[in-house]
């Protein structure tokens, strides 16, 4: 099979013909027809999680896919071969497959129903960005009348954080340059780290400062804008800062959200998908010769949205 692989520690990923994956006990192998890319393949490729969780060679790259069941592992009833599915590669050692390929073997934890009105391209940009939304959306308890920051909105976790928060009747402040498509998927108000500090943006408009923070965005403490939030609020990182140190002195509560995108969290997202109550923004589709460009793109930080991969046989 066609695979967008790392062939050894420290070579740069390409693409080159691997075997297909066995199937094993509790395991899903499905014809892979879209896969979603995230900012955590740069981290694979990279070697960053080397010294975490162990890695073995040669490994493809990619978390999210969609596409048909070929066969299925001993334990698996709830999909079925020829079934037109969904899912997500948990991180979980040794590192090693991936969905950037033919075909993709994955958790049957991790493997839902497509339902039919959401087609490949979409479902495969669902798993990781939507569960970690939603964890981290429902970290912070936002209630009807709360304003909540979402900081680095514009990629696509924050795409799937805006709309949930709006969804709950909150006032959703976003930060990022593409003001139109944030509002769009619900934000009330979009700021730009370019005209200044964004915790003295908010606290202009909002001088009492805003009930919650959803943070995506840095790797240090002076990257994120607590400032920007009340005393006795509440803060929820997918990102390497805020620590709860930080938190404490500025007076918030912290919750690092480690994701995991079982089918429980990531079906009835796709449900509300495809009856049209969420958006899945997808940005930019790529071919599998192009993956190495998309995850270049988003490693710069110029992603919006979600970018997928089709897979062609």
Known sequence: MRALHVPSAGEKP????????????????????????????????????????????????????????????????????????????????????????????????????????????????????????????????????????????????GSFAIQLLAARGVTVIATGTDAARLTGLGATAVVDRAAGPIAEQVRAAHPDGVDALVNLFGRTDADVPLGAVRRGGRVSTLAQAPDSEAGAAAGVTVTKIMTRATREVTGPIAERAAAGSIAVDVQTVLSLEQAVDGLATIAAGHARGKTVVTIEH
């Open 14 to 157: 390409r693409i080159g013909d691997l075997p297909v994956p066995a199937v094993t006990d509790g395991t899903v192998l499905i014809r892979v027809r879209a896969a979603g890319l995230n900012p955590m393949d740069n981290a694979i490729a990279g070697g960053w999680l080397a010294g975490l969780i162990p890695h073995e060679y040669p490994l493809v790259l990619g978390r999210d896919a969609a596409g048909v069941v070929a066969a299925v592992g001993a334990g698996v009833d709830h999909v079925k071969p020829g079934d037109e599915v969904f899912g997500h590669v948990v991180l979980a050692p040794p590192i090693q497959a991936g969905t950037l390929a033919e075909y993709a073997l994955l958790p049957a934890a991790a493997v839902a129903l497509k339902p039919a009105g959401l087609d490949f391209v979409r479902a495969a940009a669902l798993p990781l960005a939507a569960a970690a939304a939603t964890q981290a959306v429902d970290a912070v308890d936002p209630r009807p009348g709360h304003t909540v920051l979402v900081s680095g909105a514009s990629g696509g976790i």
